[in-house]
């Protein structure tokens, strides 16, 4: 990337539960070399999850000490479970002009955009609630309480959507992951992330 830009973009991909948010990011990093921050949970680890590749995963006091500390720019308690994003994660990638994604529930979008005004809000949804409901059945890591709690927030979680940039609708994998990529693209090219100063060095003007 030029060194005329002025930091790195941040992407927030959020949405409901059992969308694909977490089957996009993996395609994004695999295709095209994304970095997706590694959030801290208190929930225990799926079957295949590694720790500090999928997650960071913490037990609740070790949590709840980075909590006191600060240390998040956002966290959320998510189905019983802590989820956070570290502050320093984040702000490194951005200062080092890296782009960097969250992959991050609803209630955290909304902290984050007290933060972070530029960065990219992209809301996923999926195709039809119907499909939503197969698709966290399919994955079959849920008991049924935990399908449920999950399943009755889709529709609260909804109404969110207004506070975001983009809807990407999830019908297809590989043409949500292009409109993503596309979207980021896009905005990478946006005036008011060019540093005048340093425009003005680089073009000997
Ligand atoms: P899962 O347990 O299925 O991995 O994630 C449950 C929910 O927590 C998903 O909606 C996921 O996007 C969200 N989530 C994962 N990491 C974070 C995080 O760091 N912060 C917040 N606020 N939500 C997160």
Redesign the pocket.
């Known amino acids: 990337m030029s060194d005329i830009y002025n930091e790195g973009l941040l992407i927030v991909i959020?949405g409901p539960?059992g969308v694909g948010?977490?089957t996009i990011c993996k395609e994004l990093m695999k295709r095209y070399d994304y970095n997706v921050s590694i959030?801290?949970?208190t929930?225990s680890p799926r079957e295949g999850e590694v720790d500090g590749v999928n997650y960071h995963f913490l037990d609740k006091k070790s949590f709840e000490e980075k909590l006191s500390n600060n240390e998040f720019l956002?966290?959320?308690q998510?189905?019983g479970?802590y989820?956070?994003?570290l502050k320093q994660s984040v702000e490194n990638e951005i200062h080092n002009g890296k782009n960097i994604i969250?992959?991050?529930?609803i209630?955290?979008t909304l902290q984050v955009q007290k933060v972070y005004k530029n960065a990219i809000y992209i809301f996923l949804l999926p195709p039809s609630i119907n499909e939503l409901k197969n698709r966290i059945l399919k994955r079959g890591s849920e008991t049924e309480s935990s399908f449920n709690l999950r399943f009755s927030s889709v529709s609260e979680e909804l109404k969110y959507m207004n506070s975001y940039d983009y809807a990407v609708i999830n019908d297809d994998i590989d043409k949500a992951v292009e409109k993503i990529h596309n979207i980021i693209n896009t905005e990478m090219n946006r005036i008011s992330r060019i540093n005048l100063d340093k425009f003005l060095e680089e073009y000997s003007f």
């Open positions: 959020s539960s948010k977490g959030s801290a949970t929930r956002e966290y959320a998510v189905y479970n989820y956070g994003t969250l992959e991050i529930d209630q955290g």
